[in-house]
């Protein structure tokens, strides 16, 4: 098994996506103005919804997908080996991005935490903080 998609919640959605394409450089690739915005990344997806919008039920003529949201900041991990880890902490304090914490885990390797727009609590890491190669 394998994790598909992880949302991640901003009310200001336009300005956190913009953050994700312009910063991040990922790839928008689905949108519904006002609600979500999708990106595609490495085998996977990373979806931004608003949560006021999702909150809501689904229309009758809409998919089936029920409310949901959260409250609160949230958390995503984007893997990265060690001198892409470099690269990226270089590209995010070029952006003027404030780097909260950059450091090596007692059990091997490295991670860098950052905010986007919306709050959410952002991570790169060298997937050997978890055993992973």
């Known amino acids: 098994m394998r994790i598909l998609e992880t949302a ?3 009310e200001n959605l336009e300005e956190t996506a913009a953050f994700y394409e312009t910063v ?3 790839e928008r690739f689905a949108e519904v103005e006002g609600r979500h915005v999708f990106f595609r990344l490495d085998g996977s997806v990373l979806l931004l919804f608003k949560p006021s919008a999702t909150a809501m039920p689904p ?3 809409a998919l089936p997908v029920p409310a949901h949201g959260t409250a609160g900041p949230g958390h995503a991990c984007f893997a990265a080996p060690g001198g892409d880890l470099d690269r990226w902490h270089q590209r995010l304090i070029g952006a003027g991005v404030a780097v909260e914490s950059a450091f090596t885990w007692p059990q091997g390797g490295r991670s860098v935490y950052f905010r986007d ?4 609590s ?3 890491a060298e997937p050997r ?3 992973l190669a």
């Open 8 to 10: 991640l919640y901003a």
């Open 24 to 26: 991040l450089g990922l």
């Open 59 to 61: 229309a009758p003529d």
């Open 117 to 120: 727009p919306a709050g959410n």
């Open 122 to 124: 952002i991570e790169f």
């Open 129 to 131: 903080i978890w055993g």
